[in-house]
T-cell receptor, first 113, second 110 residues
Framework: DSGVTQTPKHLITATGQRVTLRCSPR?????VYWYQQSLDQGLQFLIQ???????AKGNILERFSAQQFPDLHSELNLSSLELGDSALYFC????????????FGPGTRLTVL | GIQVEQSPPDLILQEGANSTLRCNFS?????LQWFHQNPWGQLINLFY???GTKQNGRLSATTVATERYSLLYISSSQTTDSGVYFC????????????FGTGTSLTVIP
């Protein structure tokens, strides 16, 4: 157990809908990262937050947004969902904002029908 | 972004055999990690190794940052070692961009 928690574990929804994925980092960690793992694109970095502020951006679509709250938990919002958004979404955390070791949560499996 | 290549893409081993997995990356990095993704999808940290050599039981890893590669050694493999092994590299600027390789799928047969 990495100490990073993600909810829900599974999510099934329809095209055009909006969903919110939640992540709680390890105790004391200030950085949260989001990743998408799909069959065709592999594991891709989406976005990093450090202590409530956006720190780095990867291949995140405009339909997706994230935020980190004062208690350091983070949410990833996915809207206008398409079939291709079906994937495993991981959250990771690290203790600072630099090139630190990242620890991954168990993931949320999203299925868009 | 940085290109991360892993080889071999697939590997089948008899239980008890040894193996070496390789990760090449295209530019200087600040951070390198090896992960094992188990059949349930969980990403398990194996090593945080931006440079040098580390060992943890039957596993060891070496990163030669100046030559832009890292190696993961698995000795006396067990069926529980099966899964996908990922190398990921981080480039730190204002934030930490993390790039994953495509993985090595390992199957250990009894």
């Amino acid at each position: 157990d990495s100490g990073v928690t993600q909810t829900p574990k599974h999510l099934i929804t329809a095209t055009g809908q909006r969903v919110t994925l939640r992540c709680s980092p390890r105790s004391g960690d200030l950085s949260v990262y989001w990743y998408q793992q799909s069959l065709d694109q592999g594991l891709q970095f989406l976005i990093q937050y450090y202590n409530g502020e956006e720190r780095a951006k990867g291949n995140i679509l405009e339909r997706f947004s994230a935020q980190q709250f004062p208690d350091l938990h983070s949410e990833l919002n996915l809207s206008s969902l398409e079939l291709g958004d079906s994937a495993l979404y991981f959250c990771a955390s690290s203790d600072r904002g630099g090139p630190d070791e990242q620890f991954f949560g168990p993931g949320t499996r999203l299925t868009v029908l | 972004g940085i290109q991360v290549e892993q080889s071999p893409p697939d590997l089948i081993l008899q239980e008890g055999a040894n193996s070496t997995l390789r990760c090449n990356f295209s530019d200087s990095v600040n951070n390198l990690q090896w992960f094992h993704q188990n059949p349930w999808g969980q990403l398990i940290n194996l090593f945080y190794i931006p440079s040098g050599t580390k060992q943890n039981g039957r596993l060891s890893a070496t990163t030669v940052a100046t030559e832009r590669y890292s190696l993961l050694y698995i000795s006396s493999s067990q069926t529980t070692d099966s899964g996908v092994y990922f190398c990921a590299v981080g480039v730190w600027n204002t934030g930490n961009q993390f790039y994953f390789g495509t993985g090595t799928s390992l199957t250990v047969i009894p």
